[in-house]
């Protein structure tokens, strides 16, 4: 509950018309498409939302909270339940209002841009001028400064266009006592080009690799970086999704390709990204294309065991690669350098051009990273476990672990079967390194799959610390307070930072320095003795990390 | 009768390496494009038709490519494969592969033949 004068002073900071605490509007910010793990419950409710058209009434909104001892979260373009509050004294701040993209600088190759900008939107009109924008995996109805300022990163195009947090220049940043701070060149009113500096960088305490989901403030504007863009102004696109059709520029290649085993791809993938052909570059399992194209053809195909082997086995080791290119002899050196390397390891090179109705339909679901929906379509809801971006060769790992523990419980009946081949790959700037993500899809009207999420949770986590890797642990104060003692007590420093730069507490730290007790009783009891002998194994002590 | 790993494999390699799935790519998307073009449907469509396939279907898929590992292991033959490559440059191979494409794709997609849609049958593989 809020109270009436609490109420009263947020109306005063963003006007009545924009605040409200009706039960009907807030229920629509308690369900997100992602990680509402528990239909009964969604998320939290809020006890309000405000929506700010500026950000001295974010400051104005933020110093209210304060002085009531409420809480904010900001919520941008929202999706995952990581916009949501973690607690029932939390107003969400919704972000709406400020929509615009104040700059494009063509020269310079960035953009400034408010919360509610989309991927989609920028995109557009960064193509007008021969320029295009990172969009996350999470698809282009998500805000590019809410992953560039505080939350993930990853998508297709990372080969070429790197990771949200990396390509941010500069912020301004509403701190949880309601002053404004101007990040890098911005600070010393020099513009908008470079995020860090003068003196040390706050980029680390800003987000790190992950971002503090809004636990250490809100940030009205960024900076971020853009990239070249060789094809038309506008690709010209009639319909959605399966049924788009769009004009393939002369200078794109859309190309899948098939290596006859993990070492001959893993080799073919190092030498492609190392030679800097891909605009976009993903692995995914052929049997997770089908099923989020084709799920209920995908539910007779798991029971077909000849061509289930064919498409674990013989057409397992792929990946699906654009490269545009700014002239024809740039694209023809292109072209020749992938069959070398094809020749090289063996591999089979699919160019879709020659296909036109299908890569007329793939090409913006690749470059606008439009197709994200459709992965909720075989039960409704998916998940993912994490582990830390890292070189190529321990992503793959990953996956081959992530196909063991899914057929596990597929077996089980506590996830939909996919054929348990579904990673989702990208290569970061040339394969600088790499990430995987192994996605699951579950019914969340089934119980069973709603019984096997946190066992399946707890059980690639163990994974991931056993291969001292990190796994999806930012969002949830549970397994944040296991690995942070491994992680050399992480938690404590993010809490010393939330200390003094949020003394009242006004922000909400659940997805960020916060810490519960897990209670493993629902585990395994294997995989539970397995956690204890790791914590046991890798968490430091006073005097430092473990020998 | 399980099936060989690696066959299909080699059997796609063989096809990269004599240009046969490049031009194969090529004349799948100039029936697509009749097919779309004859119906009105479009590619999503045809993934939906695909998706709505039976069970028993899939099944005798699995079945026929069980068994066609001797198959197979002769289409891996880069001999055979580079003949295959070659014929794929006729013109009439062209028009009939895309026609017969086309005439599969129509009757899986509508349950007819291009003729009974109403469309010319000797206009197949135009784009080829």
Known sequence: MISDEAYRELEEAVGPENVSREPAVLDTYAWQPFANDNPERWVIRPVAVAMPGSTEEVQALVKALGRHGLKFKAFSTGWGAYSSPTSDDVVQVDLRRMDRIIDIDEKNMYTVLEPYVCGAQLQAEAMKVGLN?????????????????????????????????????????????????????LGSDCGWFCGDGPGPSLRGIVRGSTGA???????????????NWPGPPRVETDGLLLDAQSEVPENVRFCMCFWPDRKNQDEAIYKINESELCYIFSRTGLGA???????????????ASTLRSMITGDLKYGCTLIMVADSDNEMAYKERVLKEIAKQYGGVIIDLAAAKPIIRMFLMNFLRSTAVPV???????????????DTWDTQMDWADMGVEVKQKWIDRGGILDDMADNPYMVSYEDNTWGHCEEIFQYDPRNPDHLAALEPLFVEFSLEAVERCMEPLSSTDARLRKIISPMMGHYTQWQQKISGFMDGKR???????????????????????????????KFSWTEDGPPE | MALKPGLVFNVMASAYRHDVIDKSMSLAGDAMDLVMHDTGLKVG????????????????????????????????NDRLMAGVSRMLDFKVVKKTTVAVLRRAMMRAAMGKTPSAAGSDPASAGLGA
């Open chain 1, 213 to 227: 989901l809004s636990g250490l403030g809100i940030f009205t504007k960024a900076a971020i970086k853009l990239f």
């Open chain 1, 289 to 303: 294309t089908i099923s989020i194209a084709a799920p209920h053809l995908m539910k007779h195909l798991t029971g």
């Open chain 1, 506 to 536: 006004t922000a909400d730290t659940g997805m960020y320095c916060d810490e519960v007790d897990f209670d493993l009783q629902k585990v395994d009891p294997d995989i539970r003795t397995r956690f204890e002998k790791v914590i046991e």
């Open chain 1, 133 to 185: 924008t990172h969009i996350i995996g999470a698809g282009p109805s998500c805000s590019p400064l809410a992953s560039a300022t505080s939350a993930f990163g990853v998508g297709w195009d990372c080969v070429y266009m790197s990771y949200s947090g990396r390509n941010l220049l500069g912020a301004e940043w509403v701190l949880p006592d309601g002053e404004v701070l101007r990040l890098g060149t």
């Open chain 2, 45 to 76: 469509d045809l993934v939906n038709k695909m998706d709505e396939a039976r069970n028993n279907t899939v099944m005798r898929i699995d079945r026929l490519l069980a068994w066609s590992g001797p198959m197979l292991k002769v289409a891996a």
């Open chain 1, 375 to 389: 992965v909720f379509r075989m039960g409704g809801q998916m998940f993912t476990a994490l582990d830390r971006n």
